[in-house]
């Protein structure tokens, strides 16, 4: 299995980016995003089920990220907007069998592409 991050890049608060992550090696039920900003834990971010009926997305980026999958492939999206310089983290994606509420216990993960916001 393997998930490779790719999009992240400097931005200044106010823009846009787009991350991407392609998956492949086995069929999954769901995905997710998370960050960690320098200092701190891996947070949540968002997470979809694969067919995309149920997202879920933390307090903090409600409303300005949204997170997707391309129709015809394997690459998972995080679309993020009006960016704040309190985004700046390492953005991981995360992928595992099934769907689940919990927003702990993805079993196969990216490595990070890193997001910077300046002010």
């Known amino acids: 299995v393997q998930l490779q991050a790719s999009g992240g890049g400097l931005v200044r608060a106010g823009g846009s980016l787009k991350l991407s992550c392609a998956a492949s090696g086995r069929t999954f039920g769901s995905y997710a995003w998370f960050r960690q900003a320098p200092g701190k834990e891996r947070d949540f971010v968002a997470a979809?089920?694969?067919?995309?009926?149920?997202?879920d997305y933390a307090d903090s980026v409600k409303g300005r990220f949204k997170i997707g999958r391309g129709n015809t492939d394997n690459t998972l999206y995080l679309q993020m907007a009006s960016l704040k310089p309190e985004d700046t983290a390492l953005y991981f994606c995360?992928?595992?069998?099934?769907?689940?509420?919990?927003?702990?216990?993805?079993?196969?993960w990216g490595q990070g592409t890193l997001v910077t916001v300046s002010s």
């Open positions: 995360a992928a595992r069998a099934e769907w689940s509420p919990r927003r702990d216990d993805y079993i196969y």
């Open positions: 979809s089920s694969w067919r995309g009926e149920k997202k």
